[in-house]
């Protein structure tokens, strides 16, 4: 797998190494001792969570806070998805930017995204699965979010926005500045 690290410190776009031939294809998706080694970690993935989706739904931006933060290890098993992740570590140089990359079946592309960063995706296709790891159990109590259209954020989706299928639950979600100003 190739490993290259993001603007963000910890944050890292993972490659894997495809072996296609005439059956199809083979890849590893997960080694813990190889990703560990790459990403210079010491990570236990404690929870597997995945999700199915129609084009336009967009989930996020979550996160969890304090002692139940999760670091995530995203996919996608079928389909596409438009990822985002913003850094919200205070002391970071990089606090309040994010980052965006489209992750599909057809590039077999993960994202690690470490403590500390809020996270959403807006689907791209119809019935995209997509699948992700957690260092944390989830804590339903610890759960936030950031609005998807935050203006301080000015977050790109590259989609129409009235065409967008969002929870009750996101579309209530506070601005960014509500929560770190």
Known sequence: MTVKETNFKGCY??????????RGYFFESFNLNKFNELTNSNI???QD????SS??????LHYQEDEFAQAKLVRVIKGSVLDVVVDIRENSPTFGEHFSIELSAENKTQLFIPRGFAHGFLVLEDQTIFSYKCDNYYNKAAERGI????????????FNISELILSEKDKELPT????FK
């Open 13 to 22: 776009i993972i490659e894997p190494k495809i072996f296609n031939d005439q």
């Open 44 to 46: 236990a993935f404690v």
């Open 49 to 52: 969570n995945e999700s199915c």
């Open 55 to 60: 084009k336009g739904v967009l989930r996020g």
């Open 147 to 158: 609005i998807f259209n935050d203006i301080t954020l000015k977050i790109d989706w590259q």
């Open 176 to 179: 960014f500045e509500t929560l």
